[in-house]
């Protein structure tokens, strides 16, 4: 028997799933389009108590999610809104919130691919099935997209090239690794971006 398909999906796999800012699909996410989850221990809201899978007012953690610049590593999760409940409870016990990271807000699968079906996000040229790319650029995307957001950007692009190419080394099955100059073509776009300004 097949494994069940994927119930969640990060914030960041998203990102790089429809090729944008993580930003982006917060912002999306607070207008109203995505619903956002956290599953979180036994907390007290007043007198009922709420655990597991929960919506969270994404608009309020949006400090871990900066365009620019280091994001927050940490926020408190101050309202909850059980799934299936239209109203929002406040966090009484712990009394200053329930400690998140960004990387524990999910998406859940179902209504995530309702939302690219209405917006074709998912149609691509199909140029390259049956192809095996020489190195996994999309795993180390995935990978870099999580370092900046919860270490920031490195000082100066070479220090972003030697850590990628860094990953490579420490994730390669092959053994095979890109040279720099080829890392940093791949990054320079990326560079001038998160340093505020336009590709070439």
């Known amino acids: 028997m097949p494994l069940p398909p994927i119930a969640f999906y990060s914030?960041?796999?998203?990102s790089i799933r429809w090729g944008c800012h993580p930003a982006d699909?917060?912002?999306?996410?607070?207008?109203?389009?995505?619903?956002?989850?956290?599953?979180i221990p036994p907390v007290n809201c007043g007198d009922e108590t709420v655990a597991g899978l929960v919506e969270v007012p994404i608009a309020e953690l949006m400090p871990?999610?900066?365009?620019?610049g280091p994001s927050d590593e940490v926020c408190r999760l101050r309202r909850v809104k059980p799934l299936e409940s239209?109203?929002?409870l406040?966090?009484?016990d712990p009394a200053d919130g329930v400690p998140i990271r960004s990387s524990d807000l999910l998406l859940a699968a179902g209504p995530l691919q309702l939302f690219e079906e209405e917006r074709d996000l998912l149609r691509r040229p199909a140029t390259n099935i049956g192809s095996n790319?020489?190195?996994?650029w999309d795993a180390m995307y995935a990978w870099l997209m999580w370092f900046i957001f919860e270490k920031g950007v490195p000082e100066t692009q070479t220090a972003l090239v030697a850590l990628v190419q860094d990953w490579f080394v420490q994730n390669s099955k092959s053994g095979?690794?890109?040279d720099e100059s080829t890392i940093r073509k791949r990054l320079t776009g990326l560079w001038r971006r998160l340093r505020g300004e336009e590709p070439a």
């Open 11 to 14: 914030i960041y796999e998203i």
């Open 25 to 39: 699909v917060v912002g999306w996410a607070a207008a109203g389009h995505l619903q956002v989850l956290a599953g």
């Open 64 to 68: 871990m999610f900066r365009r620019f």
């Open 86 to 88: 239209k109203t929002w």
């Open 90 to 92: 406040k966090v009484t």
């Open 133 to 136: 790319p020489r190195y996994d």
């Open 176 to 178: 095979d690794v890109p």
